[in-house]
């Protein structure tokens, strides 16, 4: 196992302190398997414990750790440091979220906007216990499976540039959420998403520049599934137009 | 009290290549729209006349038009390319259990273009 | 309203899109080789003159330049607001306006073909 030098150029900000985030440089010496994250947790153990930033599960499944590097929001546990060997990395926290220190950042706005959305199965009418459960073929699971990887860690929102300019902008994880669930055949609750789907910052303030797909880590594919959502609110709409609308 | 950064209106899409590349995909718009004007002037023209047809198509051959018509024959082009290799992303085709894959969406579209291009060449004259 | 609006002009936009990208590039060469004036006859005045006077030479002709239009002027509002303009209202009056007006114009020149 071979050592690798590296620099973190960190972005700090104490709220209680500061009036504004700068930047610290440190230089770490690393194994060369580590990734980003390792450097982070050296840094807090060994050479500066006023450090915040969240983690938990060091293998890109809980989605806590997402960060800036070098302007590229990724998981700080899934960006090997070979890829900054003898380079200056620079760490911020995720882009287009206002922050409540150092590498943390305000998850607020996205909270709110995943409840609008009704991220969860809604019946018209439950099947009594006695009918069973609902079943779903291996073809109706594929068709909204991709859609159900997010995480939630956020990178999608720090690339989209629209949630930068309008930050109404339900955003790309959330609609994902809502596509996600009125393609799965057990739900029934297309017509009340409609609401929020429907708005201007809803599924029409996406652009389709692509970067949320560009940067998931679990390739959700957000850009893809608010397509589909465009086209499924706007065939929505149509109907409604001729009276056949609501599921 | 959180710390909010700000965000340039006029120039965020020169941070990263991708956003440049995307701004000018949108902007690829204006030279479609100027060109459907120049169609509704060429058939405004025939409904006008022979003559004033003929005066439409003397217009093309400005220095100015022409310049203008290659860049536009360029840009129509990278538009086209563009549209079908985002297409099968929102318009997934699910057979049985698998999707039927990009590749061979885009692929659809381009033969149809191909077949469409032939025949509207044909139909203008070109042979 | 915005609502409303919304799902409407986005699907023009996309129908716009995936027309113009079928037929626009042999569109804009055929132009070019009109501008050219070779092959000779090419768009020659008897033959466009024929595509257009049956009512599915008209149908296409319209549906291509309106649909254009509109797939235009809804695409330049998002860019335009990219660019930083923020008047969103004035910049979708002028853009759908335009739109409206060749959209009309494009069927008052058809129907006298």
């Not at chain 2, 390319?81 to 381009?110: C, D, L, N």
Request: aromatic share 12%; hydrophobic share 45%; with cysteine.
């Amino acid at each position: 196992m071979s050592e690798i030098q590296i620099e973190l150029e960190i972005l700090r900000y104490d709220p209680e302190k500061d009036q504004e985030p700068h930047f610290e440089t440190y230089p770490v010496t690393c194994q060369d398997d580590w990734m980003v994250l390792d450097a982070i947790n050296y840094i807090k153990d060994h050479v500066d414990t006023t450090i915040s930033y969240r983690w938990s599960c060091h293998m890109a499944v809980c989605g806590s750790c997402g960060v800036m590097i070098d302007g590229e929001p990724k998981l700080a546990c899934k960006a090997p440091v070979r890829d900054y060997a003898n380079k200056t990395a620079r760490v911020e926290p995720l882009a287009n979220f206002p922050i409540e220190r150092d590498l943390v950042v305000v998850m607020d706005d996205f909270m709110d906007k995943l409840k609008r959305v009704k991220p969860y199965l809604i019946r018209k009418e439950e099947k009594p216990l006695e009918e069973g459960e609902y079943k779903q073929s291996p073809a109706e699971l594929k068709k909204y499976k991709q859609f159900t990887l997010c995480i939630n860690c956020l990178c999608c929102y720090a690339a989209c540039p629209q949630y930068a300019l309008i930050p109404e902008f339900i955003g790309p994880a959330a609609l994902t959420m809502a596509h996600r669930y009125n393609q799965d055949s057990r739900d029934q609750g297309l017509a009340e998403r409609q609401d929020e789907v429907a708005k201007p910052e809803g599924a029409w303030d996406c652009s389709f520049a692509g970067e949320c797909s560009e940067v998931c880590p679990k390739h959700v594919d957000p850009a893809g599934a608010l397509q589909q959502l465009k086209i499924a609110t706007t065939v929505e709409w149509y109907k409604g137009l001729i009276g056949m609308g609501g599921k | 009290m959180a710390y909010v950064r700000p965000v340039s209106k006029t120039r965020w899409y020169r941070a990263k290549r991708s956003y440049t590349v995307h701004m000018l995909q949108e902007l690829t718009s204006l030279f479609v729209g100027i060109f459907a004007l120049i169609l509704l002037w060429g058939i405004g023209s025939i409904a006008a006349g022979p003559a004033a047809y003929q005066a439409f198509l003397d217009g093309l051959t400005s220095p100015l038009m022409l310049l203008w018509m290659w860049i536009t024959t360029i840009v129509m082009f990278y538009h086209a390319i563009a549209w079908f290799s985002v297409t099968p992303k929102a318009m997934p085709v699910q057979r049985g259990e698998e999707f039927v894959p990009g590749s061979i969406i885009a692929g659809a579209h381009y033969v149809v273009w191909i077949a469409l291009s032939l025949l509207v060449l044909l139909l203008a004259g070109v042979f | 309203m915005a609502k409303i609006n919304k799902a409407l002009f986005w699907s023009l936009f996309a129908a716009g899109g995936t027309l113009t990208a079928f037929v626009f590039p042999v569109l804009a060469l055929i132009v070019l080789f009109a501008a050219y004036g070779s092959p000779a006859d090419v768009m020659g005045y008897e033959q466009m003159h024929g595509l257009l006077s049956n009512w599915l030479g008209k149908l296409v002709a319209f549906g291509t330049v309106a649909l254009a239009l509109w797939h235009a002027a809804h695409r330049m509002r998002t860019a335009l607001h990219g660019l930083g303009i923020r008047a969103d209202g004035v910049v979708a009056a002028v853009g759908y306006g335009v739109a409206l007006l060749g959209t009309v114009l494009s069927a008052y020149y058809l129907v006298q073909i």
